[in-house]
């Protein structure tokens, strides 16, 4: 429906227009899985005990920060990995 001017509503415009976020990040997203890892992602992905199943019991992961470090070692940064946002 659209206003009382006349002028059609962003709806009738744009019927499809939820669409370009999610397309928009698939899109994205595709464009990434021919690539290697990079930066931190070795540290956090490969190198992180905490990730490997075969190394880390599920109750560790809340007992390691997002380094896979002892949460009470003095180079942790605090943030355990499942809380982090």
């Given amino acids: 429906m659209g206003s009382k ?5 962003a709806e009738k ?6 669409w370009l976020a999610p397309l928009t990040a698939i899109l ?3 464009n ?3 690539h290697d890892f990079t930066f ?3 540290l ?3 190198g992180n005990p905490d ?5 880390t019991r599920v109750q560790d992961v809340f007992l390691h920060d ?3 470090w002892n949460i009470t070692h003095e180079r942790t940064n605090t943030q355990v990995a499942p809380l982090q946002a």
Avoid at 5 to 9: A, E, I, N, R, Y
Avoid at 51 to 55: A, E, F, K, M
């Fill in 32 to 34: 990434t899985l021919q």
């Fill in 13 to 18: 415009l744009f019927p499809y227009a939820w």
């Fill in 44 to 46: 956090h992905v490969t």
């Fill in 66 to 68: 997002n380094w896979g």
């Fill in 40 to 42: 931190d992602d070795r």
């Fill in 51 to 55: 990730v490997d199943s075969t190394r």
């Fill in 28 to 30: 994205i997203y595709l």
């Fill in 5 to 9: 001017t006349g002028t059609p509503s």
